[in-house]
């Protein structure tokens, strides 16, 4: 929960982050310096998504969930990044980009898939758009179930992870 007081100019200041997402934040920049010098950055693929899994990407960035205060930062060039995300049901059209994308990936190369879709789990599995089955072309280290996942589930997540590396 949290509050936003309207007709302030000073709104973005005014948002009340609760005891959890104070808590996970805390973590998660313990997390980040400790694994990656406290810059993590994200190269973000979409597979075949409705989009809904990117606006809850996107919202990890707003004033609230804040993310960019952590360290995080996303990327547009898939050889420098930290962490694959990748969003989507693999459909024909991208499963090329998403193959090569994996090949380009530095050492380790870590892919945390987001959303229902790449568990084929999400409305859109009987199409004709779509590739193979899921994102089974490489190895997954991280799934995150949701349609879509909201924010705080995503933090979850990603703290849970960056603890297990
Ligand atoms: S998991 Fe749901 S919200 Fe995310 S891309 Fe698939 S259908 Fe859209």
């Avoid at 990117?54 to 609230?64: K, R």
């Amino acid at each position: 929960m949290f509050k936003l007081f309207k007709n302030d100019n000073n709104w973005s200041e005014n948002l009340i982050k609760d005891a959890e997402l104070l808590r996970l934040h805390r973590l998660l920049k313990e997390q980040i310096k400790e694994n990656f010098s406290g810059h993590l950055r994200f190269y973000i693929l979409d597979s075949g998504s409705c989009n809904g899994c990117e606006l809850e990407l996107q919202a990890l960035f707003n004033p609230l969930y804040d993310v960019a205060s952590l360290g995080i930062e996303v990327v547009y060039d898939s050889t420098n990044t930290d962490i694959l995300l990748i969003t989507g049901l693999m459909t024909e059209n991208m499963y090329n980009e998403v193959k090569l994308t994996y090949e380009k990936l530095k050492e380790p190369k870590r892919v945390i898939s987001i959303g229902d879709c790449p568990l084929m789990k999400a409305p859109f599995t009987n199409t004709f758009a779509l590739k193979s089955q899921g994102i089974n072309i490489f190895p997954v280290s991280q799934y995150i179930g949701g349609c879509p996942p909201e924010p705080k589930l995503l933090l979850r997540s990603l703290l849970k992870y960056l603890k297990n590396l």
